[in-house]
């Protein structure tokens, strides 16, 4: 993961004031990077026995798919609001700067499924935690959440039950 981690950019002030956004882009950039996360998080999945990969909008769907597919589990899109078109459940949320609102098809996942949360970063956890209540109202289980990057100093793994949570790289 130094490979990894020696490719992410910081970008200042983005998506508003004081904030250092993440940049994953440059690791998508570099075949091997991008690969050896996908393996990564492969070889932590792959026993688990998971009916399904979760991705969030939008970087997830970028780590979900490819992760779904080496798993050979279906891929679930968590949507913001307003992108998905059929029956649907949602949850409205706080961001580290502002509020969201995601969405996931009422078809997606079985009651009992068992799956695997990803999206590129952990910050505050405002996003994974509704993502998990969520995939709760639909009656299946979040087995564990997979980022990329975890921003620990802002204790996001605080909100989720403890030894749920997968970071690669944690910037403390």
């Known amino acids: 993961m130094d ?3 020696a ?9 508003v004031p004081g904030i250092i956004f993440k940049d994953i ?17 492969r070889l932590m999945y792959a026993d ?3 009916d399904a990969v979760i ?7 970028i780590i979900g798919t ?3 597919l080496a798993l050979n589990a279906p891929f679930v899109p968590i949507r913001k609001a307003g992108k998905l078109p059929f029956d649907k459940i949602k949850m409205s949320y706080k961001l580290e700067y502002g509020e969201a609102t995601i969405e996931m098809h009422t078809d997606a996942l079985e009651k009992g499924d068992r799956v695997i949360l990803v999206d590129d970063l952990l910050a505050t956890g405002g996003t994974i935690a509704a993502s998990i209540e969520l995939v709760e109202k639909l009656g299946a289980e979040v087995v564990k959440c997979g980022f990329v990057i975890e921003l620990g100093f802002l204790n996001g793994r605080d909100k989720l039950p403890e ?5 690669l790289i944690i910037y403390d």
């Open 3 to 5: 490979r990894v981690k």
């Open 7 to 15: 490719l992410m950019r910081d970008v200042p002030d983005f998506p």
């Open 25 to 41: 882009t440059p690791v998508l950039k570099d075949p091997e990077a991008f690969g050896a996360i996908i393996e990564k998080f």
């Open 48 to 50: 688990m026995d998971i």
């Open 55 to 61: 991705g969030i909008e939008s970087r997830g769907f």
């Open 66 to 68: 490819p992760l779904a």
């Open 163 to 167: 030894g749920m949570i997968d970071s």
